[in-house]
């Protein structure tokens, strides 16, 4: 090492004096007094800085272990239960269902385990954003290190391309751009200044500061670094987001509740049949345990975690097909009970694609239509396409001559090179039919004074090769006012310029959320082949003013209007500024867009009042992340279920704390992928609503299938228990439920995980959180359900009695009843509210039909196989046997259908 001495001075910093300065508002002189470092840092001044601040780079979270992770998947009461079904039928000798069983709570435990832990990759993710090496400027010279070494004090020089790799206080910028989208989700990267801003002011508006993980879009800078590793920005929302916990979804809510309940219920019932039986069955105590394990394993539904994995698996193939990636299955299903969508502005509401909307030239306006950068639109006047007019025509001149930008088109997607709202332009004179190519051909430009901050216009100098010379002008509208003393009129003649007029114009079009630029011409000397920018300070002629808007995707606007009928409240969250939010909010047909509140109004409330906020506003503007998870855990406390768009690295704490976290991939940072659930390929959000309407399905089929698999382990246990009770032989032993159970009952469940949507179902309210999958209806159902199925099971038992007097044919014939009344009440349970007897509802759909075949050929196997019937106690059946399992079948889906049209005509009648 060399250089002089360390400082005594630098074991005075503290790391935590570092992170509560207001480095923004404090002049750059003043910061490298605060810090000690008045001049470059030696390398040893450095070397104590590092042992005593730290590196620069973010704390590694502790990795959960494998066994750990294992651990809290077993801390699932239906694996419990499920492991209890394992114990009982390996002790009652079934090793081949206890193997089934095992294999189901086995699939359920590796789901759980591969998806454990994805959102804590978001960390690992946010580190990789940190930029490996820095150009640094020591007491000794320039140098190129590893970023990790940084301390705060060095001097950093930035260039384009560069990622920023600390925090830094600017003190010297020449046309200084940095790409600030990952922390602050605006679209355009932001000019950068050394001059200090107040000590409160939003992040996106600290334009004296460089941030770390930031992209350097244009230009050169200089500056101190003031924070490193944990005390950055970046840092702040890795900590965040480490901190922050994941949700539990409703549908694991709901299942753990139905797992307990139904647990207790089988475990008390079994207790008290056992002694009922032990009063009045006259049963051996070994034969009426046995049986009471028998009705333990007919009260379990041991295919409902099958259903459950295979229903969401379909609705995670189902959201690949409409462009979003689902990474944690239990997903799917909350889609379904979103009440709230919080979603970021720029790329998902609207296209991220700067475009001129509006245009005012020779005292009219003129409206532009079309999107983004494709060529098709015009510019109209009065909703009709505008008149020649030669002030617009040189206007447009001017739009794409002073211009450096191009635009490309690839794959049927403009490409842009250069600035954005450069490319708007050209597009807008494209629009009012100006020839871009052959007016770069005719008009070559000669000399140009790039676009500075200091100065804030641009200037391009042209000749027509005809002996014309013309300076074309862009900038900021109050900097171009002044350098003019004429406007072109409508005739495109110079008059005399009229500073209020313009001043309420310019107003009106930023009050609308656009980003207003001024457009003029200086006339030139004959021959002029250079620009002097004190020379261009006067004399110009303005030409008009135009405003751009990164403008909503027309199908957003169409998606809100349905999330609206759906009863699905849309709010934005944006870091972009208050009016440009509410402008486009308006447009995009949100509620409540009159009243727009700030990062600032959040801050000054408590947490009650947040909530109110949060309860009535519908859009927030210059948030940071902190607001953003507030917000987001407002909303939950109010009982909705909030689903969080974003793409940035600062999106990513409320991503992982919402409900659904719903992350952009094209656009996307690493870290906001890493901390969501569900991923959109194409960043649009009539993919969300998509994926809520999928969601509402898949758990509208959930519910089919348990309204179809418990009436199934109902009639079982009412038979065993009304057996049992009355001293009966048991009419279907514990393995042929068994078989019922995890065979045909799952074969046939599986079918209803395919039915498409409901007519109305994007009409429906959200669902309660907390509300039960067996509520009113389907209780009643499966109630109603059981004792049908009790009724067959006992008849076709009785029948067989009689008529053969013989037990095993007695029981085949009623697992073979069971099984037909479950194949004709599946075509019941695919319309819980409509007539099933139509010609849709008995075609069924393909898979139905092929459910129905496989089912048929699996009773055929279980009937008339001898390994079958070895192994089940099973025997063949006469033609007049089979006969009554299908009428008993007939006879399930005549009287729900009576039952559901006595229930329609009910509630018809009540209005």
Not at 10 to 39: D, F, I, N, T, Y
């Amino acid at each position: 090492m060399t250089g002089s001495p360390p400082s005594s001075d630098s074991a005075a910093l503290e790391p935590g004096s570092l992170l509560s300065e207001h480095w923004q508002a404090v002049p750059a002189a003043e910061a490298r007094e605060r810090l000690k470092a008045e001049h470059p840092l030696s390398n040893a001044e450095a070397a104590e800085r590092l042992v005593t601040l730290g590196y620069n780079r973010l704390p590694e979270a502790a990795a959960s272990g494998p066994l750990a992770r294992l651990g809290r998947q077993l801390k699932n009461f239906l694996i419990y239960v499920l492991m209890t079904a394992v114990v009982i039928t390996g002790a009652l000798g079934h090793w081949v269902d206890a193997g089934v069983i095992l294999a189901v709570v086995v699939i359920q435990t590796l789901v759980g385990f591969l998806q454990e832990g994805r959102a804590e990759q978001a960390l690992s993710a946010i580190r990789h954003m940190l930029a490996p090496k820095a150009r640094v400027v020591r007491r000794d010279g320039q140098h190129q290190v590893d970023a990790a070494e940084l301390v705060p004090g060095d001097t950093i020089l930035l260039e384009p391309g560069d990622r920023v790799p600390a925090d830094i206080r600017l003190e010297k910028c020449h046309n200084l751009k940095i790409e600030e989208a990952i922390l602050t989700g605006e679209s355009e990267a932001v000019d950068k200044t050394t001059e200090p801003v107040e000590a409160e002011a939003a992040l996106g508006d600290q334009t004296g500061m460089a941030f770390s993980g930031t992209m350097v879009a244009t230009g050169t800078g200089r500056g101190v670094v003031v924070r490193t590793g944990a005390s950055t920005e970046i840092g702040r929302i890795s900590g965040l987001l480490a901190s922050t916990t994941t949700l539990k979804t409703p549908l694991l809510e709901q299942m753990d509740r139905f797992a307990r309940v139904l647990s207790i219920i089988v475990i008390l019932t079994g207790v008290a049949i056992f002694f009922g039986g032990l009063a009045f069955s006259g049963l051996e105590f070994r034969e009426l345990f046995m049986a009471v394990v028998g009705l333990t394993v007919a009260a379990i539904p041991e295919g409902l975690p099958a259903i459950l994995t295979i229903t969401l698996a379909i609705g995670v193939r189902q959201m690949a097909r409409r462009k979003a990636v689902v990474r944690r299955m239990p997903v799917i299903e909350t889609l379904g009970a979103v009440s709230v969508i919080c979603s970021d502005k720029t790329g998902t509401l609207t296209r991220n694609e700067m475009m001129v909307t509006a245009a005012v030239a020779g005292g009219q306006r003129f409206d532009v239509t079309g999107e983004g950068y494709s060529f098709e639109g015009a510019v109209c006047r009065n909703d009709a396409p505008a008149d020649a007019s030669p002030v617009l025509a040189e206007m447009a001149r001017a739009a794409a001559l002073c211009n450096d930008a191009s635009i490309s088109h690839r794959d049927g997607r403009a490409v842009i090179h250069g600035d954005p709202m450069e490319a708007a332009l050209k597009v807008f004179a494209s629009k009012a039919e100006f020839d871009v190519e052959a007016s770069a051909r005719d008009w070559p430009r000669v000399d140009e004074v790039p676009f500075d901050t200091n100065i804030r216009f641009m200037a391009t100098l042209h000749h027509d090769h005809h002996g014309h010379e013309v300076a074309y002008l862009k900038g900021a509208p109050e900097r171009i006012l002044r350098m003019c003393s004429h406007q072109l009129s409508d005739n495109g003649e110079p008059v005399e310029l009229d500073h209020p007029v313009w001043d309420g114009i310019i107003a009106g079009m930023a009050s609308e959320g656009l980003r207003v630029l001024a457009i003029a011409r200086r006339p030139v000397t004959a021959g002029s082949r250079e620009l002097v920018v004190e020379e261009l300070e006067q004399g110009a002629e303005l030409l008009g003013v135009v405003g751009l808007l990164d403008p909503p995707r027309q199908e957003a606007i169409r998606a809100i209007e349905e999330c609206h009928s759906a009863g699905i409240r849309v709010k934005m969250i944006t870091g972009d500024h208050a009016l440009t939010a509410g402008a486009i909010a308006r447009k995009l047909g949100l509620r409540n867009t009159d009243k727009v509140l700030t990062g600032k109004d959040l801050d000054a409330m408590d947490e009650q009042q947040l909530q109110q906020a949060a309860g009535e506003v519908d859009v927030f503007a210059r948030t940071s992340p902190e607001h953003k998870l507030r917000l987001v855990a407002a909303l939950q406390a109010l009982h909705g279920v909030v689903a969080m768009t974003g793409d940035g690295v600062n999106d990513a704490p409320a991503l992982k704390r919402a409900d659904v976290g719903i992350a952009m991939g094209v656009k996307g940072s690493e870290a906001a992928r890493e901390a969501s659930s569900v991923v959109l390929l194409d960043d649009n959000f009539a993919s969300i609503v998509a994926a809520v309407r999928e969601g509402r399905t898949v758990y509208t089929n959930l519910r089919k299938g348990i309204a179809f698999m418990l009436p199934i382990n109902g009639g079982e246990s009412i038979s065993l228990i009304t057996a049992l009770l009355l001293g009966l032989a048991l009419p279907i032993s514990a393995l042929q439920i068994l078989w019922v159970n995890m065979v045909s009952s799952v074969v046939l469940a599986m079918t209803l995980a395919f039915e498409p949507p409901e007519p109305g179902v994007m009409a429906q309210p959200p669902r309660p959180r907390d509300e039960s999958l067996l509520r009113g209806f389907v209780v009643w159902r499966v109630v109603f359900v059981s004792l049908l199925f009790l009724a067959g099971i006992f008849g076709a038992w009785f029948w067989a009695m009689y008529n053969y007097d013989d037990a095993v044919v007695a029981s085949t014939l009623a697992v073979n009843t069971l099984v037909a009344m479950e194949v004709f009440y599946l075509f019941a349970v695919r319309y819980l509210d409509t007539p099933s007897i139509t010609l849709r509802g008995v075609l069924g759909t393909p898979v139905v039909l092929l459910a129905v075949f496989a089912v048929i050929v699996l009773q055929s196997l279980f009937t008339w196989v001898p390994w079958f019937q070895g192994t089940f106690a099973s025997t063949a059946l006469s033609p007049e046997a089979l006969g009554f399992a299908v009428l008993a079948g007939v006879a399930v889906l005549v009287l729900l259908e009576l039952e559901t049209a006595i229930r329609r005509r009910f509630r018809a009648a009540r209005g």
